[in-house]
């Protein structure tokens, strides 16, 4: 009820405050990647560094919107789990799972299987985690949306990405 609430609202809560946290740390990371980069990588009007820069400062504010949240009583407009727009969502743990296993196998593969495939693979891995089940029709989602992509990048932007596909395919 109300007391409750009031409680709630005073006191510190630990997993929203490591979240926050887990956020703010990233945008450091970012940033700090973002300071590593050489000036003459990247678009001729804009270095390298800039677009890392812009991402670590929203990650940064973020990340301590939610810290400020946490130390005054936890995340605001949650919907209880007994709410039929939350049951209705599909994932939890699981698909949580299957898009960090999206994610690893992105950076695990993407010099083995080249770009584009672990592009579709990490879209396939996402798109499942939501709930999907046609694994074949996502894969080929996935990379019918990394090509253009990949070609802006390496003809449009001069940027060289791992290989289309690698030359033992």
Not at 116 to 130: D, I, K, Y
Not at 131 to 150: E, F, K, N, W
Request: hydrophobic share 55%; aromatic share 10%; charged share 10%.
């Amino acid at each position: 009820g109300r007391a409750d609430q009031m409680n709630r609202s005073r006191g510190i809560v630990p997993v929203p405050l490591a979240i926050g946290l887990g956020v703010v740390a990233i945008s450091a990371v970012l940033a700090l990647g973002a300071y590593r980069f050489p000036e003459e990588m990247g678009f001729v009007i804009l270095g390298a560094h800039v677009y890392p820069y812009a991402l670590a400062v929203f990650l940064g504010v973020v990340g301590l919107l939610l810290c400020y949240q946490a130390v005054t009583g936890g995340f605001r407009e949650l919907t209880d789990h007994d709410d039929e727009s939350a049951r209705a969502l599909p994932g939890g743990k699981l698909g949580a799972a299957w898009v960090t296993a999206g994610l690893l196998a992105v950076a695990l593969l993407i010099n083995v299987i080249g770009f584009v495939l672990a592009a579709g693979l990490l879209f396939a891995c996402s798109a499942r985690g939501f709930g999907s089940r046609r694994p074949v029709r996502d894969l080929a989602i996935g990379i019918a949306l990394t090509l253009p992509i990949y070609w802006l990048f390496n003809a449009g932007l001069g940027v060289s990405l791992p290989p289309l596909i690698n030359a033992w395919l």
